[in-house]
Protein backbone atom coordinates (compact mmCIF):
# COMPACT_ATOMS: atom_id res chain seq x y z
CA UNK A 1 0.00 0.00 0.00
CA UNK A 2 1.23 3.70 -0.77
CA UNK A 3 0.11 6.89 0.99
CA UNK A 4 -0.39 10.17 -0.33
CA UNK A 5 -0.96 13.43 1.59
CA UNK A 6 -2.67 15.78 -0.69
CA UNK A 7 -2.65 19.50 -0.23
CA UNK A 8 -4.45 22.37 -2.20
CA UNK A 9 -4.58 25.95 -2.30
CA UNK A 10 -2.28 26.57 0.27
CA UNK A 11 -2.03 30.37 -0.39
CA UNK A 12 1.75 30.66 1.83
CA UNK A 13 0.35 29.16 4.65
CA UNK A 14 2.14 25.54 5.37
CA UNK A 15 1.56 25.14 8.95
CA UNK A 16 -1.21 23.26 8.67
CA UNK A 17 0.72 20.50 6.20
CA UNK A 18 3.87 20.80 8.42
CA UNK A 19 1.46 20.13 11.79
CA UNK A 20 -0.10 17.22 10.05
CA UNK A 21 3.30 15.79 9.26
CA UNK A 22 4.73 16.06 12.61
CA UNK A 23 1.68 14.56 14.49
CA UNK A 24 -0.11 12.33 11.75
CA UNK A 25 1.40 8.54 12.60
CA UNK A 26 0.00 8.01 8.88
CA UNK A 27 2.10 10.71 7.44
CA UNK A 28 5.36 9.64 8.94
CA UNK A 29 7.94 8.11 5.89
CA UNK A 30 8.16 4.76 8.09
CA UNK A 31 4.14 4.27 7.33
CA UNK A 32 4.58 3.91 4.23
CA UNK A 33 4.37 7.74 2.95
CA UNK A 34 5.07 7.37 -0.55
CA UNK A 35 4.61 11.62 -1.21
CA UNK A 36 2.68 14.80 -1.31
CA UNK A 37 0.26 15.79 -4.12
CA UNK A 38 -0.15 19.76 -4.00
CA UNK A 39 -2.77 20.65 -6.20
CA UNK A 40 -2.30 24.52 -6.97
CA UNK A 41 -2.33 27.87 -5.67
CA UNK A 42 1.36 28.52 -4.31
CA UNK A 43 3.30 26.22 -5.74
CA UNK A 44 6.46 28.19 -4.17
CA UNK A 45 5.12 26.20 -1.18
CA UNK A 46 4.94 22.82 -2.87
CA UNK A 47 9.11 23.78 -3.55
CA UNK A 48 9.31 25.46 -0.37
CA UNK A 49 7.66 22.08 1.32
CA UNK A 50 10.46 19.63 -0.64
CA UNK A 51 13.10 21.33 0.93
CA UNK A 52 11.62 20.17 4.32
CA UNK A 53 10.63 16.81 3.77
CA UNK A 54 12.23 13.39 2.52
CA UNK A 55 9.23 12.53 0.24
CA UNK A 56 8.59 13.72 -3.17
CA UNK A 57 6.34 16.74 -3.52
CA UNK A 58 4.35 17.11 -6.60
CA UNK A 59 3.02 19.62 -7.71
CA UNK A 60 0.16 21.45 -10.46
CA UNK A 61 -0.32 25.31 -11.11
CA UNK A 62 -3.06 27.17 -9.73
CA UNK A 63 -4.75 30.17 -10.91
CA UNK A 64 -2.51 32.51 -8.42
CA UNK A 65 0.66 30.69 -9.93
CA UNK A 66 0.65 32.61 -12.93
CA UNK A 67 3.79 34.14 -11.68
CA UNK A 68 5.16 31.29 -9.42
CA UNK A 69 9.19 31.00 -10.72
CA UNK A 70 8.75 27.34 -10.90
CA UNK A 71 7.23 25.15 -14.14
CA UNK A 72 4.95 23.60 -12.37
CA UNK A 73 2.30 21.66 -15.17
CA UNK A 74 -0.83 22.47 -15.21
CA UNK A 75 -1.84 18.58 -14.88
CA UNK A 76 -0.21 15.35 -14.14
CA UNK A 77 -1.34 11.78 -14.50
CA UNK A 78 0.17 9.47 -11.71
CA UNK A 79 0.21 5.90 -11.29
CA UNK A 80 -0.40 5.07 -7.72
CA UNK A 81 -0.77 1.23 -7.06
CA UNK A 82 -2.63 0.29 -10.27
CA UNK A 83 -4.42 3.02 -10.34
CA UNK A 84 -4.43 6.04 -12.75
CA UNK A 85 -4.91 9.56 -10.75
CA UNK A 86 -5.23 12.63 -12.80
CA UNK A 87 -4.37 15.85 -10.69
CA UNK A 88 -5.19 19.37 -12.22
CA UNK A 89 -6.18 22.80 -9.78
CA UNK A 90 -9.56 22.99 -11.24
CA UNK A 91 -9.81 26.49 -12.38
CA UNK A 92 -9.83 26.12 -16.03
CA UNK A 93 -11.74 23.36 -15.83
CA UNK A 94 -14.22 26.32 -14.06
CA UNK A 95 -15.02 23.78 -10.75
CA UNK A 96 -16.78 26.57 -8.78
CA UNK A 97 -19.67 26.08 -11.63
CA UNK A 98 -19.66 22.48 -11.21
CA UNK A 99 -17.66 19.57 -12.06
CA UNK A 100 -18.91 18.76 -15.33
CA UNK A 101 -15.78 19.47 -17.53
CA UNK A 102 -13.41 17.96 -15.27
CA UNK A 103 -15.40 14.78 -15.55
CA UNK A 104 -15.14 15.58 -19.25
CA UNK A 105 -11.39 15.79 -19.32
CA UNK A 106 -11.18 12.56 -17.21
CA UNK A 107 -13.56 10.64 -19.36
CA UNK A 108 -11.82 11.76 -22.66
CA UNK A 109 -8.76 10.50 -20.99
CA UNK A 110 -6.74 7.39 -22.68
CA UNK A 111 -5.72 5.39 -20.84
CA UNK A 112 -8.54 5.94 -18.29
CA UNK A 113 -8.19 7.12 -15.06
CA UNK A 114 -9.54 6.25 -12.13
CA UNK A 115 -9.73 9.56 -10.12
CA UNK A 116 -9.24 13.15 -10.66
CA UNK A 117 -7.76 15.62 -7.47
CA UNK A 118 -8.62 18.88 -7.40
CA UNK A 119 -8.94 21.73 -5.79
CA UNK A 120 -9.65 25.87 -6.12
CA UNK A 121 -13.25 25.29 -4.73
CA UNK A 122 -11.66 25.73 -1.10
CA UNK A 123 -14.18 22.96 -0.51
CA UNK A 124 -13.67 19.58 0.21
CA UNK A 125 -15.71 17.10 -2.34
CA UNK A 126 -15.51 13.50 -2.54
CA UNK A 127 -18.15 11.94 -5.70
CA UNK A 128 -17.93 9.01 -7.27
CA UNK A 129 -19.39 9.36 -11.23
CA UNK A 130 -20.21 5.86 -13.19
CA UNK A 131 -20.33 6.01 -17.05
CA UNK A 132 -20.40 2.30 -19.56
CA UNK A 133 -19.46 0.93 -16.59
CA UNK A 134 -16.63 2.93 -15.93
CA UNK A 135 -16.01 3.93 -12.31
CA UNK A 136 -14.41 7.56 -11.58
CA UNK A 137 -14.06 8.92 -8.41
CA UNK A 138 -13.53 13.29 -7.99
CA UNK A 139 -11.70 14.33 -4.44
CA UNK A 140 -11.05 17.69 -3.41
CA UNK A 141 -9.19 17.91 -0.18
CA UNK A 142 -10.39 21.90 0.38
CA UNK A 143 -8.66 24.39 1.51
CA UNK A 144 -5.18 24.01 3.66
CA UNK A 145 -4.69 27.96 4.27
CA UNK A 146 -6.01 28.69 8.09
CA UNK A 147 -8.04 31.90 7.30
CA UNK A 148 -9.11 30.83 3.86
CA UNK A 149 -11.50 28.05 4.89
CA UNK A 150 -14.47 28.73 6.73
CA UNK A 151 -14.16 25.46 8.17
CA UNK A 152 -10.38 25.29 9.55
CA UNK A 153 -7.61 23.85 6.84
CA UNK A 154 -8.06 20.92 5.70
CA UNK A 155 -6.72 17.88 3.07
CA UNK A 156 -7.21 14.09 2.47
CA UNK A 157 -4.89 10.61 2.93
CA UNK A 158 -5.17 8.87 -0.06
CA UNK A 159 -4.09 5.16 0.28
CA UNK A 160 -3.92 2.85 -2.61
CA UNK A 161 -3.50 -0.46 -2.99
CA UNK A 162 -3.28 -3.00 -6.00
CA UNK A 163 -6.69 -4.57 -6.94
CA UNK A 164 -8.66 -2.13 -4.10
CA UNK A 165 -10.80 0.87 -4.44
CA UNK A 166 -9.05 4.19 -3.53
CA UNK A 167 -9.22 5.29 0.07
CA UNK A 168 -9.90 8.68 1.48
CA UNK A 169 -9.43 10.12 4.37
CA UNK A 170 -9.78 13.98 5.50
CA UNK A 171 -7.74 15.72 7.76
CA UNK A 172 -8.74 19.00 9.47
CA UNK A 173 -8.05 21.60 12.08
CA UNK A 174 -10.17 23.76 13.99
Known amino acids: MTRWLV ?9 PALEWLASDPRLAPASGLAGIFHLGDRCEDA ?3 QSLVRVPVLSVAGNNDAFCRHECPLLLVESLAGHR ?6 HRQQVK ?7 ELAWSMAPPVDAVLFGHTHSPADRTLVRDGRT ?7 CAHRALSASG ?22
Not at 97 to 103: F, P, V, Y
Request: proline fraction near 7%; glycine fraction near 12%; charge should be negative.
Open 85 to 90: VLLVHG
Open 7 to 15: LSDTHGDLG
Open 47 to 49: VRL
Open 136 to 142: LRLLNPG
Open 97 to 103: QGTERLA
Open 153 to 174: PRALVLEADPGHPLEAFSLFMR
